[in-house]
C-alpha cells in the first residue's frame, strides 16, 4: 500500500479530477494485478478508477496464438510475437481518443480476457455525472465528476500520447516466467 500511496501523490499533484493512466511491463509483470489494486486503493481515495484491460483489442483467439507458437518448433520467425498477440491500432486510438474527449463509444467481437474468444461487446457511456462501462455482461458506473481512466496492456507505449501518467512494471524473467507458467495451468 505504500507504493501506492506514493503513485497517488504523485499524480494527485496534477490536479486533475479525470486522468488518464497507462500500466505497462512485459508479459506476466503483473499489470493487471497492479491495476486492480490501484483502482481499488483509489476507490478509497474517492476516485472512480475504471480498470480497463487492453487486451480486448487483441485480434488473435488462443487457438491461432497457440498454432503460431507451435509452428516455432519448424521454423523460427521473429515476428511471431507481433502475429501472436496482433492488436486493430486504428480503433484503440479512436477508443482512446474517444475516452480522453468522454465522448461514448461502443465496438462488437473484441477478445474476451477470459476466454481469448473474439466475442466481446463493449460500450463506454458518458454523461455528465456519470460514466457506465458494459465489457461484456458486466456493468459498472462510475462517478464522471472524478474518475482515473487505468489502461494496463504490453503496448501501452504505442499509444503514449493519449496518457497523463505511464507505469512501467518491472519483474524479473523468472518472476514473469513462473507466472505465465500458472496462469497457462488456469487456462480453459
Known amino acids: 500500500k505504500m507504493a501506492l500511496n506514493g503513485i497517488y501523490e504523485i499524480l494527485k499533484k496534477r490536479e486533475k479530477q479525470n486522468m488518464m493512466i497507462g500500466v505497462t511491463g512485459f508479459v506476466g509483470s503483473g499489470k ?3 491495476a ?7 476507490k478509497e481515495k474517492n476516485i472512480d478508477a475504471i480498470h480497463f ?33 496482433a492488436q486493430n491500432h486504428n480503433l484503440i486510438r479512436e477508443h482512446l481518443t474517444n475516452m480522453k474527449q468522454e465522448k461514448s463509444f461502443s465496438a462488437d467481437n473484441l477478445c474476451d480476457p477470459q476466454t481469448k474468444e473474439l466475442n466481446l461487446t463493449i460500450k463506454f457511456l458518458f454523461n455528465k455525472n456519470s460514466t457506465i462501462v458494459n465489457l461484456g455482461e458486466n456493468e459498472n458506473q462510475y462517478n464522471g465528476n472524478n474518475s482515473w481512466i487505468i489502461c494496463e496492456g504490453v503496448k501501452i507505449m504505442e499509444h503514449k500520447e493519449f496518457f497523463d501518467c505511464i507505469i512501467f512494471l518491472n519483474a524479473e524473467y523468472k518472476n514473469r516466467f513462473n507466472r505465465i507458467l500458472d496462469r497457462n495451468k488456469k487456462l480453459p
Open 32 to 34: 493487471t494485478c497492479f
Open 53 to 85: 484491460n487492453m487486451d480486448v483489442y487483441n485480434s488473435t483467439t488462443r487457438a491461432e496464438r497457440n498454432e503460431i507458437i507451435s509452428s516455432l518448433d519448424k521454423k523460427y520467425d521473429p515476428l511471431w510475437p507481433k502475429k501472436a498477440y
Open 36 to 42: 486492480k489494486e490501484f483502482s481499488e486503493f483509489l
